[in-house]
């Protein structure tokens, strides 16, 4: 059969996987080193200085090419590294058509980074990817596409954004972390770069802090691989380690993800104090049949708006949470719960979250793999 060709359940333990040569270690070790002893100069063991490369953080980067279908990878020290290096690709007067509705962190980097060294971004509804098209112009040199989306849980067509993206000859970037290549492999349905939040899904377990890129070309690989090493936002080995090894249980707490994500979001679409509830499993949602085609099941992550609730009405059902803790970030075993407003999405001005849909009132679930009859209890005491 051969590792090349495992399934995905197989390819999160195996892929790109070989047993250390040093002591046959089943788990790549972690190499805790800076610099690789050299038998003349420049003649080593394709390790010279962990900035570079490192032995774990490669073993990490060959699992990552493999579950998302993939060439090459490599990891960062955050997901905003990731896009950073990313858009580092850029140059003054380039423009870059962005989701609108994002994680809070790829707009505050878009606008008050990037926009001042000349790089103009547009920020568009791609619910319809045919708006895409009223925006590419000749200095158009990147695509960033997000979806499901933060926190509106927008579904974008991929495939058919790939199609405009070569149809024009832009890379075609998605942001993969809601969905994971465990649903969705952007790669296969016409992407150039897939980015990720490792801190989330990928590691599981809110330990570590990290983010990724995926490429099939080599050109693009060997372009970001230069950016990573002269701009030195890598990761450190025992971080990879951590990565790494959260990637091999991926496939089982996506599927409990899924499971209890599922039973949370009809509890709270039956709840009469609940007025909308946003989570791309609904065949009400607007692209339901493209989040279908494109994504094998529908994750773990949902919003909800409580009925007739301002902000601090929403703040104080959050406060009453007890198994939902209240945090940042997503992904981990344990369920989460957030305030996008004055949490993910602060940084965002109230006009343009508003226009997005992001109101006060806003919360966002990041439902774990906890007994979903103990999330369902807890939100029922917090909401009443």
């Not at 590792?3 to 995905?8: D, R």
């Not at 032995?55 to 279908?69: V, Y």
């Not at 590294?81 to 962190?105: C, F, N, Q, R």
């Not at 695509?143 to 495939?159: L, R, S």
Request: charged share 20%; aromatic share 8%.
């Amino acid at each position: 059969m051969g590792k090349n060709n495992l399934k995905f359940n197989s390819k999160t333990i195996h892929g790109g996987q070989e047993p250390d040569k040093a002591y046959g270690a089943v788990m790549p070790p972690i190499y805790q080193t800076s610099t690789y002893a050299q038998t003349a100069p420049g003649v080593h063991n394709g390790y010279e200085y962990s900035r570079s490369a490192n032995p774990t953080r490669t073993a990490l980067e060959k699992s990552l090419a493999s579950i998302e279908n993939g060439n090459y990878g490599l990891v960062f020290g955050s997901g905003i590294a990731a896009i950073d290096a990313v858009i580092k690709l850029l140059s003054p007067g380039d423009e870059v058509i962005s989701t609108s509705d994002l994680y809070g962190g790829s707009y505050r980097l878009f606008k008050q980074v990037y926009e001042k060294f000349g790089i103009i971004f547009h920020f568009v509804d791609m619910s319809n990817t045919s708006t895409i098209e009223n925006y590419i112009n000749s200095n158009t040199k990147l695509i960033w596409v997000e979806t499901p989306t933060n926190p509106m849980m927008n579904i974008i067509d991929i495939a058919a954004a790939g199609k405009i993206a070569k149809k024009h000859n832009i890379p075609l970037a998605v942001d993969n972390t809601f969905a994971t290549p465990y649903l969705q492999t952007p790669l296969d349905l016409g992407a150039d770069i897939v980015m990720h939040s490792a801190t989330k899904y990928l590691g599981g377990h809110s330990d570590v802090v990290m983010g990724a890129l995926i490429v099939n070309n080599k050109d693009l690989a060997d372009k970001l691989y230069f950016i990573q090493k002269a701009s030195g936002a890598i990761c450190g080995p025992m971080d990879s380690f951590l990565v790494l090894r959260g990637i091999k249980t991926l496939h089982v707490r996506m599927q409990r993800h899924c499971e209890n994500g599922k039973a949370i979001a009809n509890y709270l679409a039956n709840h009469p104090k609940v007025e909308k509830v946003f989570w791309p499993g609904f065949d009400t949602h607007p692209n339901y049949n493209i989040a279908k085609s494109q994504m094998k099941g529908f994750g773990g992550m949902l919003s909800f708006i409580p009925k007739g609730a301002d902000y601090n009405e929403a703040i104080e059902i959050i406060k009453k949470l007890e198994v939902f803790t209240l945090a940042e970030s997503l992904g981990g075993v344990e369920s989460l719960a957030g305030h996008p407003a004055s949490m993910t999405h602060a940084s965002m001005p109230k006009k343009e979250r508003e226009k997005n849909g992001i109101v006060d009132s806003l919360i966002r679930l990041s439902v774990g793999i906890e007994d979903e009859n103990d999330l369902i209890d807890d939100l029922k005491q917090a909401i009443g």
